[in-house]
T-cell receptor, first 111, second 114 residues
Framework: AQSVTQLGSHVSVSEGALVLLRCNYS??????LFWYVQYPNQGLQLLLK??????LVKGINGFEAEFKQSETSFHLTKPSAHMSDAAEYFC?????????FGTGTRLTIIP | GAGVSQTPSNKVTEKGKYVELRCDPI?????LYWYRQSLGQGPEFLIY????????DSGLPNDRFFAVRPEGSVSTLKIQRTERGDSAVYLC????????????FGEGSRLTVL
């Protein structure tokens, strides 16, 4: 079975500060890992994904994540937060069939 | 439209009633998923279709829940004898072959059982 754990259900950062959202995974096979974002009143959309190859993956809106097998982590970062980044972020593990999502982290940006 | 469409966007029903939720996926997407999202939780997998057949229905909580996709496009999630615990946002997503995990989600159907 595969699972993900997101540490911190709520994260607040100041505009312009570093964003770090944590995700740890559990998988008995090499995982495919994903970050999805849900803006208010919108459907979830894919932010970035790791399947194979380069462990540092870049996504939309300046976000990136690094796959660290030794730490079973896939943390999401952005160097400088923008007000438009306020949303709920979900880490997920899976692949050819279903995805298993974490419980989400709500990101608030302080002006 | 270009995206995944779900109807109704909101449904309020009484305990014990029957409910149908509809999903119209992106044209050409062969895979279709249903998830359920309760307040404060992440999306929880219910069922996955590849074409017309249910490839994995292991997430359906009990036999009150059923889903169909008769022509390999539109899907309907059916809930019989609704209970208050069924209240949640039901999400539909679709994806194309060859893009594992790249799901395109609709905005969801919010079900409230009184």
């Amino acid at each position: 079975a595969q699972s993900v754990t997101q540490l911190g259900s709520h994260v607040s950062v100041s505009e312009g500060a570093l964003v770090l959202l944590r995700c740890n995974y559990s998988s008995s096979v090499p995982p495919y890992l994903f970050w999805y974002v849900q803006y208010p009143n919108q459907g979830l959309q894919l932010l970035l994904k790791y399947t194979t190859g380069a462990t540092l993956v870049k996504g939309i809106n300046g976000f990136e994540a690094e796959f660290k097998q030794s730490e079973t982590s896939f943390h999401l970062t952005k160097p400088s937060a923008h007000m438009s980044d306020a949303a709920e972020y979900f880490c997920a593990v899976g692949g050819n069939e279903k995805l298993t999502f974490g419980t989400g982290t709500r990101l608030t940006i302080i002006p | 439209g270009a995206g995944v469409s779900q109807t109704p966007s909101n449904k309020v029903t009484e305990k014990g009633k029957y409910v149908e939720l509809r999903c119209d996926p992106i044209s050409g997407h062969t895979a279709l998923y249903w998830y359920r999202q309760s307040l404060g939780q992440g999306p929880e997998f219910l069922i996955y279709f590849q074409g017309t057949g249910a490839a994995d229905d292991s997430g359906l909580p009990n036999d009150r829940f059923f889903a169909v996709r008769p022509e390999g496009s539109v899907s309907t999630l059916k809930i019989q004898r609704t209970e208050r615990g069924d209240s949640a946002v039901y999400l539909c997503a679709s994806s194309s072959t060859g893009q594992p995990g790249e799901l395109f989600f609709g905005e969801g159907s919010r079900l409230t059982v009184l």
